[in-house]
């Protein structure tokens, strides 16, 4: 997929956009969207392992009056006349594979100068469901609305604050080397921090940030781990963390191909011990 700027310049400028002038998209803009939405290029290094996803825009005209009610914002979203949404059947890794390719299409979208928000929680699966005729098997993991971001952005402030969504955690926290009990330096990595830099900037549920790294020592070689959340609001939390996952292998593929390194992906666990709370997800090797 073409971009018009740096994946890292996207990945900066990509923010969670929760109210929209309500307009739809002018027609030459749908299109391009609606362009991207059928490419065959949204595929991830999980798509072998799960197949692919796919993805419409809904219009929010769409929808019966009473529908429209019940679409299950809960008042997280306004103006939003749109709605990106995409389907899965379910599998080990279709979270995975869904992360990815919804965070691609999001940073398409932020190419376009359009605002979108990944939604796992706070809306109605059952009418978007209807709306694309999903299959008995499958399932719809997120959405997100897509528009054009308002100048105000009054009620996303009080968000934005409780869940502290510009802070991320500390490199040393979520990057290791070797092992779990040696903290990655960011020094004599060369591109490869500005790559693990663009993981750590990802959107997450809640922020709460799931992925941990762990560099082979003296090797281009990154175990991806997911961090599984603790606490009363763990279960609350659990359901979106691969998700989160696809996320993070999303940004850190896309900024190495960036600098035009190539690699690939790879399935075999590394056996490191591990803390509690931490599953082996997925290992990048450089080519």
Not at 86 to 106: D, F, P, T
Not at 266 to 273: A, Q
């Amino acid at each position: 997929m073409d971009f018009s700027k740096s994946i890292t310049d996207l990945i900066k400028e990509r923010t969670s956009w929760r109210t929209y002038y309500p307009k739809l998209l002018e027609d030459d803009v749908k299109e391009k969207i609606e362009g991207i939405l059928k490419q065959g290029d949204l595929v991830s290094p999980f798509s072998s392992k799960t197949g692919t996803c796919r993805f419409e825009l809904v219009s929010v005209l769409e929808f019966e009056p009473d529908e429209q009610r019940q679409l299950g914002t809960y008042g997280m979203i306004s103006g939003a006349q749109e709605f990106i949404v995409g389907a899965s059947e379910r599998s080990e890794y279709y979270k995975l594979n869904y992360g990815y390719v919804m965070e691609l299409i999001i940073l398409k979208a932020t190419d376009l100068g359009l605002g979108t928000c990944w939604l796992g929680g706070t809306f109605n699966r059952t009418i978007f469901s209807k709306k694309i005729n999903c299959k008995a098997e499958e399932v719809i993991p997120a959405i997100t609305p897509i528009g054009y971001p308002a100048k105000r952005r009054s009620r996303e402030k009080i968000i934005r604050k409780v869940i502290q969504a510009k802070k991320r955690k500390p490199w040393e926290t979520i990057f290791f080397n070797a092992n779990f009990q040696n903290s990655l330096s960011n020094e004599k990595l060369n591109e490869y921090s500005t790559i693990l830099e663009m993981v750590r900037l990802g959107p997450s549920a809640g922020n709460k940030q799931p992925w941990r790294i762990v560099k082979k020592e003296n090797e281009n070689v990154f175990h991806f781990y997911v961090k599984y959340p603790e606490g009363k609001l763990a279960v609350n939390y659990r359901p979106f963390v691969r998700l989160d996952m696809g996320i993070a292998t999303c940004h850190f593929d896309l900024t190495a191909k960036q600098f035009g390194i190539k690699g690939g992906w790879h399935f075999t666990n590394p056996d490191i011990p591990l803390p509690e709370n931490l599953d082996y997800i997925v290992t990048w090797k450089s080519e």
